[in-house]
């Protein structure tokens, strides 16, 4: 409860949070995320995945996921061969 009551405080507190927002360190990491995200973006766009079902997006991961595991497979494989 006195968390609770912390956090409101603080959050109430507009001097405290205009100097955070002036902040180098949160103006970077607003920048960065907003970076991250119209990478992601424009990378979904370019892989077709925008308009993608959710079905077809868990189907897609799957085989993702199947693919990986095989290639780990082979990978331990051919370590064993070559021991």
């Not at 868990?58 to 199947?66: E, I, P, S, V, Y």
Request: glycine share 0%; charged share 30%; proline share 2%.
């Amino acid at each position: 409860m006195v968390l609770h009551a912390i956090l409101r405080y603080l959050a109430n507190n507009e001097q405290l949070i205009q100097r955070l927002a002036d902040s180098y360190p949160l103006r970077r990491a607003a920048q960065m995320v907003l970076s991250a995200y119209y990478r992601s973006k424009s990378a979904a766009e370019q892989q077709k995945l925008i308009d993608v079902s959710p079905e077809r997006l868990q189907q897609a991961l799957r085989n993702f996921k199947t693919n990986v595991k095989k290639e780990i497979e082979n990978a331990k494989n051919d370590l064993n061969k070559k021991k």
